[in-house]
């Protein structure tokens, strides 16, 4: 008969050496945990208990649970580097620990947790990148900071996987006449904060490479791109180079953590999609779904002008003179607790606050308007750029609406507003889709 394999080949051991080697025991250190402190975009923050090896994504997961927000796959972590004024975005396959090792004792960096609705805008949108023979932009002239100097140089910058080279002769490819510039492996790739504050820019596109390991401001390689377009062209081509087919992991497999807190020891939240969502008829005894098309869009206009009735009989002394003070009151502040209302914000910070979740269309905010106080202002962003529509409030039969297109679309609220161009383009560019927020932990 042939020989039966021996199950535990392990205790079968020469005189020589102990069956009970300490092989056969875990190790006591591989799960060693470490306590880190994530912050939120109004400075709160949250400490953390987490094992050695938890992920950038573990991290988002555990903030997400604890905190009860929706996870639509967006919740990011961000590397800041405030003494230098940089920051980027972290990828979901990162080990924090290993990033955090890098930072000198003596540096005030932070860990960030907000959203970052363009993280995967390439695979989901790559017409916005690929909408023209130049983007990506693997090519083109950039700004670069001359080595040392605190005077910058416009040179033409090519992109190969090998790593970044510039021209040393105009625009000529030439292999003879490329210069290598910065490799990929071990540098992080950051976008500056306040380039021409902190570093002189000619621009506030900048962006630059910083080695992984400890090093100082002399070791970071800036360039400076002409409009945010360009820079977030040359940052996403220059991730994919990087990180490859892992980052096409990152989007399909959002779960897939190294740690204890991966898909399979949490339970799963919910997600919104666009996809999931059927019309359906309460009319009846029972309910049922619409398929047909047409059906379904008739009576989304049906049930939407009942609602907007009903909200006109609710809201009937809205901005009346005659209406009671505390009525009027609680009426104009309705939108107050809405998460897409930033109050008063300067137009400035709203961009940035849009810049931060990332430039994708529909993402938007509404704030009070600085130039005339009893107006507001929707402020989004489209193709790449942010642009700002001013909320008019128009007054007819004693009644206060609120309207973007000159009285023709009238809301008595911004609530309705909003949801009302959530489904709907009408005089915008595209549909509000992602808020902008800022959320406590």
């Known amino acids: 008969m042939p020989s039966i394999p021996n199950p535990f080949p392990e205790l079968c051991c020469s005189p020589f050496t102990s069956v009970l080697s300490a092989g056969l025991f875990p190790k006591a250190n591989s799960r060693k945990k470490q306590v880190i402190k994530v912050y939120s975009e109004d ?16 991290v988002c997961q555990l903030l997400i649970l604890k905190n009860h927000y929706i996870d639509d796959h967006s919740w990011t972590l ?17 080990l924090v620990i290993e ?45 670069a900071k001359e080595q040392g100097k605190k005077s910058w140089k416009k040179i033409y910058f090519l992109l190969r996987r090998s790593g970044l080279y510039f021209s040393t002769k105009g625009t000529s ?60 062209c040359w940052v996403t081509a220059i991730r994919l180079l990087k990180y490859g087919m892992q980052l096409y ?30 019309a359906m008829d309460f009319s009846g005894q029972k309910s049922r779904v619409i398929e047909n098309p047409t059906e379904a869009l008739s009576v989304a206009v049906e049930e939407g002008l009942a609602w907007r009735k009903k909200g006109c009989l609710r809201l009937a002394t809205h901005g009346s003179p005659t209406a ?16 897409w209302f930033h109050h008063k914000i300067s137009r400035e910070e709203a961009q940035r606050l849009i810049i931060q979740q990332g430039l994708v269309d529909g993402v938007f905010l509404v704030r009070d308007s600085q130039s005339n106080p009893k107006t ?58 992602h808020y902008c927020a800022r959320i406590a932990l």
């Open 173 to 232: 490819k030439e292999p003879r006449h490329l210069q290598f510039f910065s490799e990929f492996g071990n540098s992080d790739i950051y976008v500056s904060l306040a380039g021409k504050k902190k570093h002189g820019a000619p621009t506030n596109y900048g962006f630059c490479f910083k080695p992984n390991k400890a090093g100082g401001p002399r070791d970071l390689k800036m360039l400076c791109a002409e409009e945010e377009q360009s820079r977030t």
């Open 376 to 433: 507001f202002v929707l402020s989004m962003s489209h193709g790449q750029k942010i642009k700002h529509f001013q909320i008019i409030p128009v007054e007819d039969d004693g009644e206060l609406f609120h309207t973007l297109d000159d009285g023709h679309t009238r809301f008595t609220d911004l609530i309705q507003l909003v949801e009302f161009y959530q489904l709907n383009k009408g005089v915008l560019p595209c549909k509000l889709k």
């Open 324 to 339: 009671s003070s505390q009525s009027s009151a609680t009426n104009m502040a309705i939108h107050r607790s809405q998460p």
């Open 249 to 278: 992991q990152n989007y399909m497999h959002p779960y897939q953590g190294r740690s204890g807190c991966s898909s399979q020891s949490i339970s799963p939240m919910r997600s919104i999609s666009e996809n999931s969502l059927v």
């Open 43 to 58: 400075e709160t923050s949250r400490a953390l208990e987490v094992p050695s090896d938890i992920t950038a994504r573990d």
């Open 78 to 94: 961000f590397e800041h580097l405030p003494h230098i004024g940089l920051e980027r975005t972290m990828e979901d396959h990162e």
């Open 99 to 143: 990033v955090l090792s890098n930072w000198g004792m003596e540096e005030e960096n932070k860990l960030y947790f907000r959203k970052n609705y363009a993280k995967y805008e390439f695979f989901k949108n790559p017409m916005m990148f690929l909408s023209s023979s130049t983007y990506p932009e693997i090519h083109g002239f950039l700004h």
